[in-house]
């Protein structure tokens, strides 16, 4: 089932943008759905699929107007729906399974979907690891900028990052985000963020700490509050931007494993 030869390739489109995608007529029509009103019963349940999953319907699934001629000049609005692969991929598993060509998608949407999971994985992995680093760096420097404002001891330390989280994820601590994710005891937090999550937490720590020494913040109480008034600030410019609040993210499995590989590749590399 070559790419070359599969109808599905045959009717794949690219927007402007160079992005990728079916419409549902030209689908619809490869699927031998002769009233397109009985499809749009198969992208309902597809959308509904997509919700389930976690995915953002509206990422998948663009709804457009297109006036086609119906003879003598007249034309009339024909409502398509522009497709992503991973939309093709729920409603070729929603399509009637008696259709040969149903089963023919089914096939070659599940491994193209799967080939493009493993590099949508490859890609967050290097996410991970990339933000993580850069969080560690700037948590040293934070650190540093709060004891030059009075946050000396280890225990006021944790009190004064505890205030971040407490501003960036609506009132939940460090314990409280733990519980809320689900983590076992022994389990850090930022080992299991994903990047979405890692960079809100690298943007209050870098804010944090530029807060603190721009206006030359001095003792325990008001680093606290300054802490806790960037971690809200960053929760606020989320909410604004339509995305999803960070203590509502999954937890990602943990990217020690990650580090290890790569430590390992780079000793291989330099031996």
């Given at each position: 089932m070559s790419e070359e030869i599969t109808p599905f390739e045959r009717i794949r489109r690219t927007s402007p943008a160079g992005n990728e995608f079916w419409s549902s007529r030209d689908f619809a029509k490869v699927l031998g759905y002769i009233n397109y009103?009985?499809?749009?019963?198969?992208?309902?349940?597809a959308k509904t699929a997509c919700s389930n999953s976690g995915q953002r319907v509206e990422d998948h699934f663009v709804g457009s107007?297109?006036?086609?001629?119906?003879?003598s000049g007249a034309q009339r609005k024909l409502t398509t729906v522009m497709m992503s692969r991973y939309a093709c991929y729920l409603v070729i598993q929603n399509a009637d399974p008696s259709k040969e060509i149903v089963a023919l998608g089914q096939t070659y949407f599940a491994v193209q979907t799967r080939r493009q999971e493993l590099s949508n994985d490859e890609i967050e992995d290097h996410r991970r690891l990339t933000i993580r680093s850069e969080l560690r760096?700037?948590?040293?420097?934070?650190?540093?900028?709060?004891?030059?404002?009075g946050v000396i001891e280890p225990r006021d330390y944790a009190i004064f990052q505890n205030h971040g989280y407490i501003g960036l994820y609506g009132?939940?601590?460090?314990?409280?985000?733990?519980?809320?994710?689900?983590?076992k005891k022994g389990q850090q937090i930022l080992d299991h963020m994903g990047s979405t999550e890692l960079a809100a937490n690298l943007?209050?720590?870098?804010?944090?700490?530029?807060?603190?020494?721009?206006?030359k913040i001095t003792g325990r109480?008001?680093?606290?509050?300054?802490?806790?008034?960037?971690?809200?600030?960053?929760?606020?410019?989320?909410?604004?931007?339509?995305?999803?609040?960070?203590?509502?993210?999954?937890?990602?499995?943990?990217i020690k494993p990650l580090e290890s590989k790569v430590k390992k590749l780079k000793k291989e590399d330099a031996s």
């Open positions: 009103r009985h499809f749009e019963g198969v992208i309902a349940k107007d297109q006036m086609v001629e119906i003879g760096q700037h948590n040293s420097k934070l650190a540093d900028a709060a004891k030059n404002a009132g939940l601590g460090a314990q409280d985000i733990h519980r809320h994710k689900g983590l943007f209050r720590a870098t804010q944090a700490e530029e807060k603190l020494r721009r206006e109480a008001k680093a606290n509050l300054a802490h806790r008034e960037v971690g809200a600030k960053v929760r606020q410019t989320i909410r604004e931007l339509g995305g999803t609040m960070p203590e509502n993210l999954p937890a990602a499995e943990s």
